[in-house]
């Protein structure tokens, strides 16, 4: 008898309405959506294929085999797919190294033998005593996913081409960055820096290597992978996981319902481009432009679920455990979290340590379960800090409060730090305003599990206030914290919900009723409120302060709204809505929540009519040079190292270089000897909050040796770079901001290739 029989749960399935027509509406949706961003086919086929195959197949066996009693197929499947991707990064790893690239492929097989040949794992392939998923629940999510795709599309699929087919294609500055990772992952192992080559790559690279991976695995070109197919997928396996974690934590599935909705259909609050938001954003705009975060949301997303499982259970539990086989799970997430982003364990570490304190204080020991993540938690955060990143710092620094204080207006006092804190609460924590809801209503009965998701959102903001980045990164603390708060959000928004008598137990017309009369006044006051941010002008004041100055003055606009309301309520609260009175604090706590809801539309609206959905650096991305690219990539060898005279979008009048150039190694995946070094570790170390985007290159006599070979060539000077660095090609872009080549360079190599902007030389010899 397999573990699966003696685990199966006792309870029944309840009759009610199936949950697939939702999941098969959400795929239609998303075809749909990929489809109208002009992406084939044939690549939509094969990337789904990939999905099934090595993601989450082998991922919802193994993942089966670990927990111990099944709690809904939805689970299953979601967890499944996120242990599939950890998985899929230690066979990248392991073939890699080992020389076995072309076998890259197969390595689901050998997870789907063990489950055919190991008879306790056989029962793993057919599960009984699923719990039903609650029709209502499944339209629910598959509301959510849609919305969001249809953001995704304006914003991202539509206005971003899988290749550039014109002159003037504009990219956000990161995409070509982004793409040329991935393309190193396909090709090499260890990684290195693709702009300049010999250069190791110290980064959490893993999203890039799942990228490469579904190329490989799939055979569709990178570019699709990246551009197209990729992000929607992963958003989906976002909402979804939240879904699956939230119920898994407070035993409520609309928990995690809410928790999706708060993060992929409310936007932040302020109604602006997201280049003017001062703090930042959690979704909205970063989703698409820092897809290593997407990549990394869902892994820490099962890690905020699985640690509550395993660390802050309590009585009133009432989701099956995950088993021991949840130690294991854990540390595989721990493990790929810290290669997926920087930023997400060490904020689940300050939700364990927030957890400890907790314990001490009131029950005056800590727990070995806690001591025991912490461990698996700190070991995993060592072996990043170690091996992956090589202790590298990428900029960051310890600095306390440069994010907020950059807005700090000169001569600005007590009233200038208040309204930089109501500001900092506007836009990043507005929708967290359930969590002290939840800890208000649980009281006395506060368990570990609430403690847990208070204390990993504490963390995230308190690292992005202790530390600071020239680039902002800091804001991926708050992003991590996110995930852990927005699940006590929601659920104190459900809390409210039972406490109103709108949820729970209490007799069902009344509660229908009570819930038509909400959603009445709910979608009145939205469209009302929708329109009236749609309407209005958003550009931020001058001065330091001036980016506030939105956020601030709609929240003021929030405050006499409530107020108004607070004021009227019980004449409000009659006639049709009369079964409202008595609730207006949950009415209230739902417009909080919701009151960013056109936060998406604003930015969709923006987005529309801008490159890259208005991205923060749309820089130009000709076809002619991904062109030429593409050429060097389809008639070289992928160990070939190229040599290039274009390294800078522009020179400023003193020559000084903004060297964020990365197309050439994106789309040719191949390794540039200097191309654009803006981004490389040691690069951003050196200029952080100094030269910013004008950091000099730290090796002038190769930059000299390679400049010359399209400045002043030499036959030496080739001879070089050939025999001392590999380089095999020389590209030169005739509209370089350092001129175009030497006419000499034809007569010491070979032209192959010269479409007007950009030539092509082989090296001699």
Excluded at 709 to 729: N, Q
Aim: hydrophobic content about 55%; overall charge positive.
């Amino acid at each position: 008898m397999s573990a699966l029989t003696v685990d199966q749960p006792t309870r029944t399935a309840r009759a009610g309405a199936p949950a697939w027509p939702a999941a098969v509406f959400l795929a239609v949706v998303a075809v749909v959506a990929l489809r109208a961003g002009h992406t084939p086919w044939g690549d939509i086929a094969r990337y789904a294929g990939y999905l099934a195959y090595a993601v989450v197949l082998p991922g919802t066996l193994v993942f089966r085999a670990l927990r111990r009693t099944p709690h809904t197929l939805l689970e299953d499947l979601a967890y499944g797919a996120v242990t599939g991707l950890t998985l899929e990064i230690g066979a990248w790893a392991a073939l890699s190294a080992a020389g076995l690239r072309s076998w890259l492929w197969a390595w689901p097989l050998g997870v789907v033998a063990a489950f055919v040949a190991v008879p306790r794992l056989r029962g793993h392939w057919r599960v009984r005593g699923y719990t039903p998923v609650p029709a209502a629940v499944a339209w629910a999510v598959a509301a959510v996913g849609a919305g969001f795709l249809a953001y995704l599309w304006v914003v991202f699929l539509r206005p971003t081409p899988i290749v550039p087919g014109g002159e003037d294609q504009a990219l956000y500055v990161d995409l070509p960055f982004q793409l040329s990772l991935a393309g190193e992952a396909k090709h090499h192992f260890p990684m290195h820096v693709p702009q300049v080559a010999g250069e190791p790559l110290h980064y959490h690279v893993f999203a890039f290597a799942h990228q490469a991976m579904a190329s490989l695995v799939s055979g569709v070109d990178l570019t699709a992978v990246v551009f197209r197919l990729d992000v929607p997928a992963l958003c989906l396996l976002a909402i979804v996981a939240l879904v699956v974690t939230g119920w898994r934590v407070s035993g409520r599935a609309w928990v995690g319902v809410g928790a999706a909705a708060l993060t992929f259909t409310v936007g932040e609050f302020g109604f602006a481009d997201p280049v003017t938001f001062p703090f930042g954003t959690i979704a909205t705009f970063i989703v698409w432009s820092s897809q290593s975060m997407t990549y990394s949301w869902v892994l820490l997303i099962a890690v905020v679920g699985v640690l509550a499982d395993l660390v802050a259970r309590g009585p009133e539990h009432r989701v099956p455990a995950l088993g021991r086989g949840g130690w294991v799970l854990f540390t595989l997430l721990a493990v790929a979290s810290v290669g997926a982003k920087a930023s997400s364990l060490p904020v689940a570490l300050g939700g364990l340590a927030v957890l400890g304190a907790w314990r001490l204080v009131t029950r005056r020991r800590i727990g070995w379960e806690v001591a025991a993540a912490s461990g698996i938690g700190v070991a995993a955060q060592v072996f990043g800090n170690a091996v992956l990143f090589a202790f590298e710092t990428h900029g960051m620094t310890v600095r306390p409060l440069w994010g907020p204080d950059r807005f700090f207006p000169e001569g600005g006092g007590a009233a200038a730090v208040a309204g930089i804190a109501l500001a900092f609460t506007a836009v990043m924590l507005l929708r967290l305003a359930g969590l002290p809801v939840l800890l208000r209503l649980r009281g006395r009965r506060l368990g570990d599990a609430e403690v847990l998701l208070t204390g990993g959102m504490l963390a995230g903001i308190g690292a992005y206030l202790v530390f600071a980045h020239p680039g902002d990164a800091n804001q991926y603390f708050i992003r991590a914290g996110w995930m852990f708060g927005v699940v006590a959000s929601a659920w104190g928004w459900v809390l409210a919900a039972e406490r109103s008598g709108l949820a729970g137990s209490g007799a069902a017309a009344r509660q229908w009723r009570g819930w038509l009369a909400f959603g009445a006044a709910l979608v009145c006051l939205g469209l009302l409120w929708a329109q009236f941010t749609y309407a209005a002008d958003q550009t931020a004041a001058a001065g330091a302060f001036g980016p506030l100055v939105p956020a601030l003055s709609w929240l003021l606009v929030l405050a006499i709204v409530a107020a108004v309301a607070g004021l009227w309520w019980r004449a409000v609260a009659t006639g049709p809505l009369r079964d409202l009175r008595g609730r207006g604090g949950f009415v209230l706590l739902t417009a909080v929540l919701l009151a960013g809801a056109p936060g998406l539309v604003m930015e969709a609206r923006t987005g529309w009519s801008h490159p890259n959905g208005g991205g923060y650096a749309p820089v130009g991305l000709p076809a002619s040079r991904v062109e030429a690219a593409r050429w060097l990539r389809d008639h070289s060898d992928p160990d070939d190292v190229v040599a290039t005279n274009a390294h800078c979008l522009y020179r400023t009048a003193s020559g000084a270089c903004d060297s964020r150039s990365f197309w050439i190694s994106a789309y040719a995946e191949r390794r540039v000897l200097v191309e654009g070094w803006l981004f490389a570790p040691r690069a951003t170390a050196a200029g952080a909050f100094t030269t910013g985007v004008y950091t000099p290159f730290w090796d002038d006599e190769l930059l000299a040796l390679n400049d010359a070979a399209f400045a002043a060539p030499t036959a030496d000077g080739l001879a070089a770079l050939r025999d001392t660095h590999g380089v095999r090609w020389l590209l030169a872009d005739h509209t370089s901001a350092d001129g175009p080549e030497s006419e000499g360079l034809a007569s010491l190599a070979a032209k192959v290739f010269d479409n007007g902007r950009v030539a092509i030389y082989r090296m001699p010899g």
